[in-house]
């Protein structure tokens, strides 16, 4: 997964996504997973700047978000994104940027 940052970005590992529909908002979570000591880092990163933006390039779980968001369309009024890092919890709401079959782009708003 790539962090964006108003002065650059980070990639780290990230696993345990998942996707929910809570009163009408759909919340896209993972767990960050560093794996290494330079990524454990960039994790604390997360908390000390403002995130602007994600991209994750990972078919699997696009492709289970898309049809999500699909199945549940009529449903939706926003998305939120919670990111753990560190065990807190990143909350932010979020607007699709761009969603294709290999490629993820959120905008943090």
Partial sequence: ???QYASGGDTIGADQFQVELINGVAVIRCQLRPVDENQKIDARRLLDEKLTGLQLH???IIEGLAKFLDQKSALLCGLQLEITANK???KNT???ESLEPAFLSLIVT
């Fill in 58 to 60: 990972d078919d699997f």
């Fill in 1 to 3: 997964m790539y962090l």
């Fill in 88 to 90: 807190l919890i990143y």
């Fill in 94 to 96: 979020v607007t699709l």
